[in-house]
């Protein structure tokens, strides 16, 4: 089937579960009750995935207060309890961020719950997402390491061993977010790319990566109004993607001012395609999604190409998302009329 249609990886929490349109919230219960409600979220937003026709869908990351967090927490010789402000992507924001103190190990399962009870719960392709080694290193301070690169290929190693439990427990893609590609170019096509193979070492389920503008906060709305005409970071990168084992590579492209052609440096990768804004609240038509599919066809391989959303949505009001997911299935089925 041509331009299957998914998302880039989180969805916003239900009231019950934690603060809503934030993205660091506080959980709005503890213990066994959290557990419940976070099982909860994860079967409610599996349903509407499936309601609104999403080919593959994910947890929506509902077991996670923050997409780096949710992974570090489940890590050995990091500390939560001293935490200091740094400020991040290059400093364009500031955040609380915990530090790392110690060598780095796996407490255990960081996901085997929701990946389990969400592969139990649909027969749909199910998707993971995890956060790169390249935004992980730019997300806590360092305190041990004293060097980023040797920092990154730890916690490769560790997004591995979860990588490869998550595999087993029936998981289609593992797709690794790395947001700060698009910040240090250089080094991403260097180092980056090569902590991230680490990282989808021997994974026979599809493997992808996730890059992208971030979202659609304040913070990241005025870095994109500082960045010209033509957004042209993702041609650092693209390059050493192709060349790498990682099989699709998850990009932003609506409303965005990235040029399109760009996807022609991705040969031989599956390109999901952003069709949908996550900084605005107006929901696409299924034409606009259907045309943003057409703009990408012209330089990448029909077969090649998924619908997706430019970034996850977990800051934006529930009944948005819904609907901006109900656009991109119904765009995506459209374009199948109309390219294929
Ligand atoms: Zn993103």
Not at 189 to 201: S, T
Not at 275 to 296: K, Y
Not at 304 to 320: D, K, Q, S
Request: with cysteine; net charge neutral; charged share 25%.
């Amino acid at each position: 089937m041509l331009f299957p249609a998914t998302l880039a990886g989180s969805l916003p929490k239900p009231p019950w579960l934690a603060e809503t349109n934030k993205l660091w919230p506080q959980w709005q219960a503890q213990g066994e009750a959290l557990a419940e409600a976070k099982r909860d979220a994860t079967l409610l937003w599996l349903k509407l995935q499936e309601d609104a026709g999403l080919d593959v869908v994910g947890d929506g990351e509902q077991s996670r207060q923050h997409f780096v967090h949710g992974f570090l927490e489940a890590v050995d010789g990091i500390d939560f309890e001293h935490k200091v402000e740094m400020g991040i992507r290059a400093d364009r924001y500031k955040a609380m961020v915990p530090q790392v103190v110690g060598p780095l190990k796996l407490k255990g399962r960081v996901h085997a719950t929701e990946a389990k009870l969400a592969r139990a719960h649909t027969k749909r392709k199910l998707k993971f997402t995890l956060p790169g080694p390249m935004t992980i290193v730019d997300t806590v301070a360092d305190r041990h390491y004293g060097d980023r690169v040797k920092m990154a290929m730890a916690f490769a190693e560790l997004l591995n061993q979860e990588a490869r439990a998550l595999e087993a427990d029936g998981v289609d893609v593992v797709q690794f977010d790395e947001p700060a590609f698009n910040v240090y170019m250089k080094e991403a096509a260097g180092w980056g790319v090569q902590a991230l193979e680490l990282a989808a070492a021997g994974l026979a389920c599809t493997t992808a990566v996730h890059i992208c503008y971030g979202y659609g906060i304040q913070a990241n709305i005025d870095w994109k109004k500082s960045l010209g005409e033509q957004w042209r970071q993702y041609e650092q990168v693209f390059p050493a993607l192709a060349k790498s084992s990682i099989r699709q590579v998850s990009l932003e492209c609506i409303h965005s001012h990235v040029p399109i052609d760009l996807i022609r440096l991705l040969d031989g990768k599956d390109v999901l395609v952003g069709v949908i804004d996550v900084a605005s609240n107006a929901v696409e038509t299924p034409e606009q999604v259907a045309d943003t599919l057409g703009r990408a066809l012209q330089y990448a391989a029909r077969e090649r190409i998924y619908a997706c959303t430019n970034c996850g949505m977990a800051p934006m009001p529930r009944e948005v998302a819904v609907k901006k997911l109900e656009a991109l299935a119904r765009g995506a089925a459209l374009a199948r009329q109309r390219y294929g």
